[in-house]
């Protein structure tokens, strides 16, 4: 029996914590469909987190409709969420994810699969490996290979904006320089976003090598720019010291446009039909 996506609509909803509200999301699976279990969504960082919303919500349709319950969550100082962007840290974001967890455990008693984009990724990763109860599928949707090499990159937004300032002020003159400036203690103000010396820290020491999770199916999507493409040298190394762990790996190639990153709001098609079919053969 086929679904149309579009005729799923999601359900609004805060969810209180220790630390103010969270806004979620819930998509219930399709009425007409038995519930297969139920995915909790890790959005990605900054700004890549508005520039995937659309991709997120086609997805999670496409999910619900093959019976799927999913679970978005702005998550701390995020979105339409409680608390300062400069008050987030790591460790409250995994609190978060833990209290989604629960929530979606109370509200469908099947089993709860992860699926993280770019910095959410590795969160979702962190968080799995250390959750008491095994999730049931990891679904990466471009992780992000190293935290010091995206806080770099993160940074470099406020060299590239100083360039084009006219306010006379002392400007930066590298991320080293940024860096040190977080290291005794600043809060930088980057592309919008506070960014505290905190969350700085924990991203930089991220690593995928050291996330392996061993108890989950793992499928990793990765975005190549056209059929035939291979994976990133760093990221084919990161598969294999997860295989020779016993991680439960399977590597999806989808040419299509970095959608996280493009100055428009861009979908692609490919990868939600891809990730789709991955759920739809495990129902």
């Not at 609004?12 to 998509?27: A, I, K, N, V, Y």
């Not at 995206?150 to 100083?162: I, N």
């Not at 499928?219 to 295989?243: C, D, L, N």
């Not at 016993?246 to 098609?269: K, M, N, Y």
Request: hydrophobic share 45%.
């Amino acid at each position: 029996m086929k679904m149309d996506p579009g005729s799923i609509h999601a359900e609004p909803f805060f969810l209180q914590t220790e630390l103010g509200q969270r806004f979620c999301l819930f998509h219930q699976p399709h009425p007409g469909r038995k519930c297969q279990g139920t995915i909790l969504y890790v959005h990605p960082f900054g700004d890549e987190m508005n520039k995937a919303r659309r991709m997120a919500a086609v997805q999670a349709r496409a999910f619900a409709a093959i019976g799927w319950g999913v679970l978005q969550m702005d998550l701390f100082g995020c979105g339409d969420s409680s608390g300062e962007f400069r008050d987030a840290r790591w460790d409250i974001w995994k609190q978060d994810l833990a209290r989604a967890r629960l929530w979606l455990e109370s509200r469908l008693a099947v089993p709860v699969s992860l699926w993280g984009l770019r910095l959410g990724a590795l969160l979702a990763l962190d968080f799995a490996q250390d959750a008491a109860n095994a999730v049931d599928r990891i679904i990466l949707w471009q992780p992000v290979i190293s935290g010091e090499t995206f806080l770099s990159q993160f940074l470099r937004l406020r060299m590239a904006g100083e360039l084009f300032s006219t306010v006379s002020e002392e400007k930066s003159t590298g991320t080293a320089m940024l860096r040190k400036q977080m290291e005794e203690g600043e809060t930088l103000e980057i592309a919008g976003y506070e960014l505290a010396p905190g969350l700085a820290n924990a991203i930089d020491g991220l690593k995928a090598a050291e996330l392996a999770v061993g108890k989950s199916a793992v499928h990793w999507f990765e975005i190549i720019p056209e059929p035939g493409r291979s994976m990133t040298s760093a990221g084919a190394k990161i598969t294999e010291k997860w295989k020779q762990k016993g991680v439960d790996l399977h590597v999806h190639l989808i040419p299509c446009q970095p959608f996280w990153a493009t100055q428009e709001i861009s979908e692609c098609a490919e990868l939600i039909s891809a990730t789709t079919s991955v759920f739809a053969l495990a129902a």
